[in-house]
Nanobody, 126 residues
Framework: QVRLVASGGGLVQAAGSLRLSCAPSGHTFSRRPMGWFRQSPGKGREFVAAISWSGGSTAYADSVKGRFTISRDNAKNTVYLQMNSLKPEETAVYYC???????????????????WGQGTQVTVAS
């Protein structure tokens, strides 16, 4: 069973930055499409960013374009989400997700992912 471990969340002031990391634990799972989603209390899980297995293609939600950057280091088998200019309304639990099938480069919907991390809390104070 693949287990994705997300880390790097915390408390940050508005306009601040955080970098989230996601890596698999306990199972070989590498070079697969990955994504980041977030969920606030009372809301559904929403797409944030996605990256292809090679890192050559990326996709972003319109609300984070220009401020967030998804990247990966396949040598370290880790995916990152650099978040800049954070806003209080972006307070949420952030989840990383992985997909086994590589035939689709970037995946932006929850139902297309096979594995999910436990989530890491990001709190943006105003």
């Amino acid at each position: 069973q693949v287990r994705l471990v997300a880390s790097g969340g915390g408390l940050v002031q508005a306009a601040g930055s955080l970098r989230l990391s996601c890596a698999p634990s306990g199972h070989t799972f590498s070079r697969r499409p990955m994504g980041w989603f977030r969920q606030s209390p009372g809301k559904g899980r929403e797409f944030v960013a996605a990256i292809s297995w090679s890192g050559g293609s990326t996709a972003y939600a319109d609300s984070v374009k220009g401020r967030f950057t998804i990247s990966r280091d396949n040598a370290k088998n880790t995916v990152y989400l650099q978040m800049n200019s954070l806003k209080p309304e972006e307070t949420a639990v952030y989840y990383c997700a992985g997909r086994s099938d590589r035939t689709i480069a970037v995946v932006t919907t929850t139902r297309e992912y096979d594995y999910w991390g436990q989530g890491t809390q990001v709190t943006v104070a105003s």
